[in-house]
C-alpha cells in the first residue's frame, strides 16, 4: 500500500482528516526547506505539498508566485527538491509527500528519469498543474510504472462527465479547488463547497481534498467537516514571509499548523 493510500486508511480508520500544507522548497531559503518540513510533522501534518519553483507559476496568486521566484533566484532545480526529499527521508520515512510543479521541470529531466528519481528520493505521487490527463499519457505511463500517484485539480466549473475522466486517471486523491481564480484568495463558501464535494464523491472513491480559501483554524475546521483533506498553502507561505528569520518562520508555521489541527480534530 502506498504512503498516501495508507494515511488515509489510517485517518479514516481513525475518523479524522488530512491536514495537508503546501511550501515552495527553497523558501525562505534553500537549506531551510527540509527543517520546516520536519517541523510541520511534528505540527501534526498528515501529508506534505512541496512545490517546485517555477519561473511563471500562472496558477498561483502573488504571494506563491513571490516563493517561487525567490526559489529560482537561489537556483533551486527540481533536482534540488528531490535531494530535499532524500534528506528528509533520513528522518522521516512515514509521512507522504506529493510534489506540486508545473510540467516544464519534468519534461526537462524526461518522464522516466524523473519518476524513476522521484520514487528513489521518497516521493509519493505528483500533480502537475497545466498537464491535465488527455496529454499526460506518456508520464502516467512513467508514474504507473514507479508507483507513484497521480493526483489531479477538479474545479468548481469542471462539469461531471470531466470529473469522471479526470479521477479515472488519478490515484492517492483529488484536489478540489473551493474556488474561482488563483491561490490565495479569501473568499470561503463552505455550503458550496459541501454540495459539490458531495457530488464528487459520487462519481470516486478517491479521498477529495479542499484547497484555496483556508488560512486559519475556522476555515480548517469547516472544511475538514465536509472534505476527507484540508489543504493550506498562501497562508503559511504569508507567515513565513512575515518572520524575520527562517527558523522563527518555522516556528510560526508550526503553532498555525499545530492550532489547525486541533480545530479539525476537535470538530
Known sequence: MSRIK????RLEAEGRKALIPYITAGYPQKDYTVNLMLEMVAAGVDVIELGVPFSDPGADGPVIQAAHQRGVSQ???LADVLAMVSEFRKTDNDTP????TYLN???IMGYEQFAQTAAEAGVDGLLVVDSPPEHSAELLKALGRYELDAIYLLAPTTPDDRVRRICEAA???VYYVSLKGVTGAATLDVDGVRERVAQIKTITQLPVCVGFGIHNGDTAAAISQV???VIVGTALVKTLAAE???ALGSQAVKQQLAEMRSRMDAC
Open 6 to 9: 495508507g494515511c488515509f486508511a
Open 75 to 77: 537556483g533551486v532545480t
Open 97 to 100: 509527500i506529493a510534489l506540486m
Open 105 to 107: 521541470p519534468v519534461e
Open 171 to 173: 490515484s492517492g486523491y
Open 227 to 229: 472534505a476527507d483533506g
Open 244 to 246: 524575520a528569520t527562517p
